[in-house]
């Protein structure tokens, strides 16, 4: 079975890549990428020899305080972050043994489909199977999907029409008094709904997600732009409870990932319905960090723009990688002067190249980026690499790849 598997992602691939090469043949490859996509295989290539050595599969997340990496299970929300980078290295580099190894980190996160107790399966299930599906159309990862899929819905709340983020019964979530929790990272888990919708016919996932991204539009965003991380519904009669933060520096200040999770959720949601709603939210978004008066010159943001130490704080390359990753869809997109979002793109992506925030090769955990922040108010993962900040910094490598060969 795991030999007819493979077999067919061999045959499915080798066909992807034979057109690839061809367009590589009539195009100039910018030696940015090049350099960025050597290096990457390089320190991956670094971390997969560590987990084929090891005797099942260790999924990295990040470095721990006596800098051994932190490992995941596959109910980790970021469980989908390394398989996914592997597809993207696979796509960047063109160099197939990374192939049965994408697979196999992939369907190590196969029960992650199951869960119905945290709204993360859309990042988990999409990055991995997603991907994995997207670049070699094997049937088993477009089941694992839907059956994702069906499992996130579960999370669909009537009165308030959205879907609920976080249980209030387990961990620190459930000393905050909240009944009906959604943070504004539930966009990002949109774009497996959507795809569910198109893989199985069944347009309930759809709906769902067009419901869940018009109450987040209504309630999550201030009058600049920016958005609250937490808004609490109640269950009864669908009303807000509360506007709050877990992750930010206070209620009313601006966490820097949650504005990328918002600029990227609701660019995806423009390209499923074409709706200018969600593109415009997605503009006011990005425009208010892109003038923000503390937004530093290299374009890698505060982990909050509201920080009270600033410049003295932490920065957060994963917001960096994820909104760079965002613009450059952007600029394919039907909206003025659209080459100026990349443009902004190309910068970012040159200061996370840059000594300051690449890592060199053999260091840094076998992570490609430093200096990232996973929970300042929970003490947790400050100023260190992060899975997420690599995942995003390669699929915006891959989009500027295609935007300048043409293929995007
Ligand atoms: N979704 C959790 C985070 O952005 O840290």
């Known amino acids: 079975m795991k030999k007819v598997l493979y077999i067919t992602i061999l045959a499915c691939s080798t066909l992807w890549v034979s057109c690839t090469e061809k367009n590589k043949q009539s195009v100039r490859t910018d030696s940015f990428i090049e350099k960025n996509v050597a290096f990457a295989r390089a320190q991956i290539g670094n971390e997969i020899r560590i987990i084929?050595?090891?005797?099942?599969?260790?999924?990295?997340?990040?470095?721990?305080?006596?800098?051994?990496?932190?490992?995941?299970?596959?109910?980790?929300?970021?469980?989908?972050?390394?398989?996914?980078?592997?597809?993207?290295?696979?796509?960047?580099?063109?160099?197939?043994?990374?192939?049965?190894?994408?697979?196999?980190?992939?369907s190590a996160i196969e029960e992650a489909k199951k869960l119905t107790w945290h709204h993360d399966v859309g990042f988990m299930i999409n990055c991995s199977f997603g991907n994995g599906w997207r670049t070699t159309k094997v049937p088993r990862y477009k089941e694992v999907m839907i059956e994702a899929a069906r499992s996130l819905a579960t999370r669909?709340?009537?009165?308030?029409?959205?879907?609920?983020?976080?249980?209030?019964?387990?961990?620190?979530?459930?000393?905050?008094?909240?009944?009906?929790?959604?943070?504004?990272?539930?966009?990002?888990?949109?774009?497996?709904?959507?795809?569910?919708?198109?893989?199985?016919?069944?347009?309930?996932?759809?709906?769902?997600?067009?419901?869940?991204a018009d109450r987040t539009l209504k309630e999550h965003f201030r009058t600049n732009g920016s958005c609250y991380h937490v808004i609490d519904y109640s269950l009864a009669d669908g009303m807000v409870r509360h506007r709050q933060t877990a992750q930010g520096y206070a209620d009313e200040s601006t966490w820097s990932r949650g504005q990328a999770w918002?600029?990227?959720?609701?660019?995806?949601?423009?390209?499923?319905?074409?709706?200018?709603?969600?593109?415009?939210?997605?503009?006011?978004?990005?425009?208010?960090?892109?003038?923000?008066?503390r937004l530093p010159k290299d374009l890698i943001p505060y982990w909050d723009m509201d920080a009270p130490n600033i410049p003295n704080e932490p920065r957060d390359a994963s917001s960096a990688s994820c909104i760079a990753s965002a613009l450059y869809e952007i600029s394919t997109m039907d909206v003025p002067d659209a080459n100026s979002y990349k443009i902004y793109a190309d910068?970012?992506?040159?200061?996370?190249?840059?000594?300051?925030?690449?890592?060199?090769?053999?260091?840094?955990?076998?992570?490609?980026?430093?200096?990232?922040?996973?929970?300042?108010?929970?003490?947790?993962?400050?100023?260190?690499?992060?899975?997420?900040?690599?995942?995003?910094?390669?699929e915006a490598l891959k989009r500027k790849r295609d935007i300048e060969e043409g293929t995007r």
């Open 52 to 106: 084929e050595k090891s005797e099942k599969f260790t999924n990295p997340v990040t470095l721990k305080t006596d800098s051994t990496i932190y490992y995941c299970d596959y109910a980790d929300w970021r469980s989908g972050f390394f398989p996914g980078s592997v597809w993207y290295l696979y796509e960047l580099s063109g160099d197939t043994t990374l192939l049965s190894l994408a697979d196999k980190y992939t």
């Open 156 to 212: 669909f709340r009537e009165k308030p029409g959205i879907i609920q983020s976080w249980d209030v019964t387990r961990g620190w979530q459930s000393e905050r008094g909240w009944e009906c929790p959604v943070i504004i990272d539930n966009m990002m888990n949109l774009e497996l709904l959507f795809e569910a919708t198109k893989l199985s016919g069944d347009s309930t996932f759809y709906h769902i997600a067009v419901n869940h």
């Open 262 to 293: 918002a600029i990227y959720g609701y660019t995806v949601c423009y390209r499923e319905t074409h709706d200018k709603k969600y593109l415009n939210q997605a503009l006011k978004t990005f425009q208010f960090m892109k003038t923000h008066p």
């Open 347 to 394: 910068s970012i992506m040159a200061s996370l190249a840059s000594p300051n925030y690449l890592a060199s090769l053999g260091k840094n955990g076998n992570f490609l980026l430093m200096h990232s922040v996973g929970s300042i108010p929970h003490g947790t993962e400050i100023d260190v690499p992060l899975n997420y900040a690599d995942y995003y910094f390669l």
